[in-house]
């Protein structure tokens, strides 16, 4: 929430006093009985507290996401479930849920978008780890081209769109098996790869480790890899990596 919309709040009396300060603080922090919420995220990295939903009790959850949306006006969770979706709707009922990236939101409705990521994953059984970057790069601000099913096992469908890849900020390349994808793009472009190797995979591919050591060990400049499945530490470095190449300031 922008100083502005936290001071507009506040005279409508929609936010106390002691709510504006914590928002308006680099360390603010909302005690409740189960969860120490970091109020001051948003001022200090741009974006606010993001919720991992997974093992969460129903009544945390709930509490969370209500206490978040009160104070931001939107609340972004990963890793969720349809049953919490359809329990937090119950209270929250413009809540949204993907359920291919298990992404659990409310969104700002006029939300400028700056700049050009691109998500591009191997095959199509990567979507889901590629879909959660992208729900979690274009809640940040960024904005998101999705580009699936470029493998290198037949490159030419990579090939017929290098364009797209021309003013991105930031590629974000989504690959399980050996994980060949994300050498290829950054031989191919000027911008920062980030590397998201997948569990997918025959026997070797070992959940993902194989993929994951091809990324670490690629002789392509401008690679970082993320954790195994980690479309949501790739959307957020990529939002990143395009706010300061677009604003270099905070998203609003």
């Known amino acids: 929430m922008r100083i502005d919309e936290i001071l507009t709040e506040f005279e409508k009396g929609n936010l106390s006093k002691e709510d504006a300060k914590k928002l308006l603080s680099s360390d603010g922090i909302e005690e409740m009985d189960y ?3 970091d109020i001051g995220r948003q001022k200090r990295q741009g974006f606010p507290e993001v919720v991992f939903c997974s093992g969460k009790k129903d009544e945390y959850l709930l509490g969370i996401y209500k ?17 919490q979706y359809e329990y937090i709707k119950k209270e929250l009922p413009m809540v949204c ?33 590629a879909k959660e970057a992208v729900e979690v790069a274009g809640f940040m601000g960024a904005d998101v ?10 490159l030419h469908r990579l090939m017929h769109h290098v364009d797209v890849f021309e003013d991105a900020s930031c590629v974000i390349a989504v690959a399980g098996m050996e994980g060949a994808l994300a050498s290829i793009v950054a031989g191919l472009v000027r911008c920062p790869v980030i590397a998201v190797p997948t569990s997918v995979g025959y026997g070797a591919s070992l959940n993902g480790l194989s993929a994951l050591l091809t990324m670490l060990n690629s002789c392509a400049n401008g690679i ?25 300031q905070p998203l609003q």
């Not at 409310?106 to 979507?127: F, L, M, N, R």
């Open 97 to 129: 849920f993907d359920e291919e990236s298990h992404i659990l939101k409310i969104e700002k409705e006029e939300k400028e978008h700056i700049g050009k990521v691109v998500v591009c994953t191997a095959g199509t059984a990567d979507i889901p780890v």
């Open 35 to 37: 969860a120490k919420l």
């Open 224 to 248: 970082a890899t993320v954790n195994i499945d980690n479309g949501y530490g790739a959307g957020v470095l990529a939002s990143q990596i395009n706010r300061q190449t677009y604003e270099n």
């Open 67 to 83: 206490k978040i949306y009160k104070l931001n006006g939107e609340v972004l969770g990963t890793r969720a479930s349809k049953e």
């Open 145 to 154: 081209v999705s580009l699936f099913d470029v493998g290198v096992s037949g």
